[in-house]
């Protein structure tokens, strides 16, 4: 059962647009939300993380949006540059099970010259 | 202050020998989880440890695989009598107490031949 979902398996963006990577869960108990960079060959890179009592999280070029409702989240970057290019992972963990944290399978990001 | 390590960074086995995969996680944190990628998926959670205990192993095949993260020394994952289907990387990260984001090592590459 895939509770973390990335229905996006690739994105391309022009470079100095905005790059929406986007997220859906299935897991009402899910409390804490993540997103993860990763290039080839290298570990995940925490990136940006939201909390469920709140709805949007600001960390530079990066921003999170978090609708408890749909029980979806999105990243914003903005504005994309050609270093964003890599596989993003949403992420979510339920603060009572231990904080182990449920991956979704990841969405490539390329940014085009 | 140096990231999580994990070594080696690659390791290739035979059939039925002996994997041992370290981590050291961050300076300050007790908290160690283990996550295995395979092949175009997401992570998977393992196992979650903290000094000298399993706090969550739902995630470990129920055999040939083994954790553990002694008092001194690095947290150790342990595959027995690999198969090629345990062929992937295998992340570790790490965390300090009461904080929910966790930082990530660059992976062991495992291939089984």
């Known amino acids: 059962d895939q509770q973390v979902k990335q229905n996006s398996p690739s994105l391309s963006v022009q470079e100095g647009r905005i790059s929406i990577l986007n997220c859906d869960y299935t897991?009402?108990?899910?409390?804490?939300f993540l997103w993860y960079k990763k290039y080839p060959a290298e570990g995940p890179t925490f990136l940006i993380s939201?909390?469920?009592?709140?709805d949007k999280n600001e960390d530079g070029r990066f921003t999170v949006f978090l609708n408890k409702s749909a029980k979806h989240l999105s990243l914003h970057i903005v504005p994309s540059q050609p270093g964003d290019s890599a596989v993003y992972f949403c992420?979510?963990?339920?603060?009572?099970?231990?904080?182990?944290?449920?991956f979704g399978k990841g969405t490539r990001l390329h940014i085009l010259p | 202050n140096a990231g999580v390590m994990q070594n080696p960074r690659h390791l290739v086995r035979r059939r039925g020998q002996e994997a041992r995969l370290r981590c050291s996680p961050m300076?300050?944190?007790?908290?160690v989880y283990w996550y295995r990628q395979l092949p175009e998926e997401g992570l998977k959670f393992m196992v979650y440890?903290?000094?000298?205990?399993?706090?969550?192993e739902s995630g470990m095949p129920k055999e040939r695989f083994s954790a553990e993260f002694p008092k001194e020394g690095p947290s150790i994952l342990r595959i027995q009598q690999v198969v090629r289907g345990d062929s992937a990387a295998y992340f570790c990260?790490?965390?300090?107490?009461?904080?929910?984001?966790?930082?990530f090592g660059p992976g062991t590459r495992l291939t089984v031949l």
């Open positions: 990260a790490s965390s300090p107490p009461w904080v929910r984001s966790q930082y």
């Open positions: 897991n009402s108990m899910f409390d804490y």
């Open positions: 939201i909390s469920s009592i709140k």
């Open positions: 992420a979510a963990s339920e603060g009572n099970r231990d904080d182990k944290i449920i």
């Open positions: 300076k300050g944190h007790s908290h």
């Open positions: 440890l903290q000094k000298e205990n399993i706090i969550d």
